[in-house]
T-cell receptor, first 116, second 113 residues
């Protein structure tokens, strides 16, 4: 149990365009989802916390107008990178916590974003 | 959240036990110790967690010192597939919904043939 599906796994986009990444909890309801970013050879950095039905909470230094997060249902959260630039190229990972607590957070498989 | 300290890298021979240490000297009474690992270009994978007692599951064992200031993750028979970055994380009470996981730099474990 506790599977999180993240899509797409890889995406290449042109500078100035927007990209949407989906994170779905497949077999549980996720009241809280987290979005991380990871640059090469670095650890995961928390970007924002999203709670179903409310606005996301962004970490310091993360532009909320650039990284739009929507958590409209208990099984789906989306991250939209707006007006992407090459410096936004990174590995984006979501994680989810279920309503019935099991043993911590389950992570998606990640999305490799390359902005050209 | 309590800060953790791990060695940046370790090597282990295939088939031998891998013992990964973690210091968390500022851990508070309601914080659990979690271990995750991340294989290259994948999302982190849960391994094990504990509060104060030693824990074992099908993947690993977790040994927590009596004062809870450090712990060791043990992979009893390491395989090449265990090569990954291992993260030791402490987080608030397990029932606290929405509490974040803060990742440190972790330990790069390389299992050699």
């Amino acid at each position: 149990g506790a599977v999180v599906s993240q899509h797409p796994s890889r995406v290449i986009c042109k500078s100035g365009t927007s990209v949407k990444i989906e994170c779905r909890s497949l077999d549980f309801q996720a009241t809280t989802m987290f979005w991380y970013r990871q640059f090469p050879k670095q650890s995961l950095m928390l970007m924002a916390t999203s709670n179903e039905g409310s606005k996301a909470t962004y970490e310091q230094g993360v532009e909320k107008d650039k990284f739009l997060i929507n958590h409209a249902s208990l099984t789906l959260s989306t991250l939209t990178v707006t007006s992407a630039h090459p410096e936004d190229s990174s590995f984006y990972i979501c994680s989810a916590e279920g309503t019935a607590y099991n043993y911590g957070y389950t992570f998606g498989s990640g999305t490799r974003l390359t902005v050209v | 959240d309590a800060k953790t300290t791990q060695p940046p890298s370790m090597d282990c021979a295939e088939g031998r036990a891998a013992n990964l240490p973690c210091n968390h000297s500022t851990i508070s009474g309601n914080e659990y110790v979690y271990w995750y690992r991340q294989i290259h270009s994948q999302g982190p994978q849960y391994i094990i967690h504990g509060l104060k007692n030693n824990e074992t599951n099908e993947m690993a064992s977790l040994i927590i010192t009596e004062d809870r200031k450090s712990s060791t993750l043990i992979l009893p028979h390491a395989t090449l597939r265990d090569t990954a970055v291992y993260y030791c994380i402490v987080r608030p009470n397990i029932e606290t919904s929405g509490s974040r996981l803060t990742f440190g730099e972790g330990t790069q474990l390389t299992v050699n043939p």
